[in-house]
């Protein structure tokens, strides 16, 4: 258990679905990360959420849309995926203070996206 | 810009030798170093990380890495591994400063086997 709880853990879809993935974080962490995980590939930054503010977003395709309500949760709503976007997608927090971040990142156990 | 390099895909070792996992980095100015494991269908838990200070950081389940700023590495070891320490390795960099709002660059991963 690492304090960051994601859901679902699967998921299938089409094409044509609209699908959202959630993140919780329980460690009063104000910085929220969506990573990509491909195989074979290195983790891709997806996007940063700092203070709720996105800081970050590594030309990701506008099909993922982020979305932050608060410092506890984030949100990947995804619509028109492409098969070649099936993956493992991990969440992850972190605290970050006046000097920058230094810590490390907690990440949840990811949801694994299949896109049919 | 940053870059994390591991050289190998696949370590092998015997249970109870000591085992290395290479990293090298590129980062402009001072580097944040990090090393993390994901075991099957899990996301990444942090095992170590460098900041500042000695070279020699310890770990959890005993391992250590050593940051050696000449050669720019951070091979990770541990000096009698077990079967349960097989998993997927990640060495990460980050550029150190207040102006860090986290973009952690991830190696592809080195995955260690270690038979019994």
């Known amino acids: 258990e690492t304090g960051v709880t994601q859901t679902p853990r699967h998921l299938v879809m089409g094409m044509t679905n609209k699908k959202s993935l959630k993140c919780e974080q329980h460690?009063?962490?104000?910085?929220m990360y969506w990573y990509k995980q491909s195989a074979k590939k290195p983790l891709e930054l997806m996007f940063v959420?700092?203070?709720?503010?996105?800081?970050e977003n590594n030309s990701v395709p506008s099909r993922f849309s982020p979305e932050c309500p608060n410092s506890s949760h984030l949100f990947l709503h995804l619509h028109t995926l492409q098969p070649e976007d099936s993956a493992l997608y991990l969440c992850?927090?972190?605290?970050?203070?006046?000097?920058?971040?230094?810590?490390?990142?907690?990440f949840g156990e990811g949801s694994r996206l299949t896109v049919l | 810009a940053q870059s994390v390099a591991q050289p190998e895909d696949q370590v092998n070792v015997a249970e109870g030798n000591p085992l290395t996992v290479k990293c090298t980095y590129s980062?402009?100015?001072?580097?944040?170093l990090f090393w993390y494991v994901q075991y099957p269908n899990r996301g990444l838990q942090f095992l170590l990380k460098?900041?500042?200070?000695?070279?020699l950081v310890k770990g959890s389940y005993g391992f250590e890495a050593e940051f050696n700023k000449s050669q720019t590495s951070f091979h990770l070891k541990k000096p009698s591994a077990l079967v349960s320490d097989s998993a997927l390795y990640f060495c990460?960099?980050?550029?150190?400063?207040?102006?860090?709002?986290?973009?952690?660059?991830f190696g592809q991963g080195t995955t260690l086997q270690v038979k019994p």
């Open positions: 992850a927090s972190s605290r970050l203070g006046a000097g920058g971040l230094t810590g490390e990142l907690f």
């Open positions: 460690l009063g962490h104000n910085a």
């Open positions: 959420y700092s203070l709720e503010e996105r800081v």
């Open positions: 980062v402009s100015g001072n580097p944040y």
């Open positions: 460098y900041i500042t200070g000695d070279n």
């Open positions: 990460a960099v980050r550029r150190g400063g207040s102006s860090n709002t986290g973009k952690l660059i």
